[in-house]
């Protein structure tokens, strides 16, 4: 960002990965994150906390899907709950077929 030039018109996003509900909501209100990253393993508690953080944050919030067998009752749960969208590798990718 330090080199861009003033006619360029593409602005870069910023996306922070975060693992906590205090790390996200810093890194959205102080660290200027366009977008959040979250990961974590217990999907319940996933969900509980995307609820908390949807009320408390203004910007995306992305669930990371490192569980490789989440059901589509578990992916619905979490867009209700407040998720914009899901982040995972090509590998998975296919699971949400």
Same mark, same amino acid.
């Given at each position: 960002m330090l080199d861009s030039k003033s006619?360029? %018109?593409v602005l870069p996003l910023v996306a922070r990965i975060v693992q906590t +509900?205090? $790390?996200a909501v810093n890194a959205s209100k /102080?660290? =200027?994150?366009d977008f959040l990253i &979250? @990961? @974590?393993g217990d999907l319940n508690r996933v969900g509980?906390? +995307? =609820? /908390?953080? &949807?009320? /408390? %944050?203004?910007i995306?919030?992305? %669930? /990371?899907c490192v569980k490789n067998n989440m059901s589509y009752a578990d992916a619905s749960g979490l867009l209700a709950? =407040? $998720?914009s969208g899901f982040v995972t590798s090509l590998a998975n990718f =296919?699971?949400?077929g």
């Open positions: 006619e360029l %018109v +509900v205090d $790390a /102080s660290e =200027g994150a &979250y @990961g @974590g509980q906390e +995307v =609820g /908390s953080l &949807y009320e /408390s %944050v203004k995306p919030i992305f %669930v /990371s709950s =407040g $998720a =296919g699971l949400f």
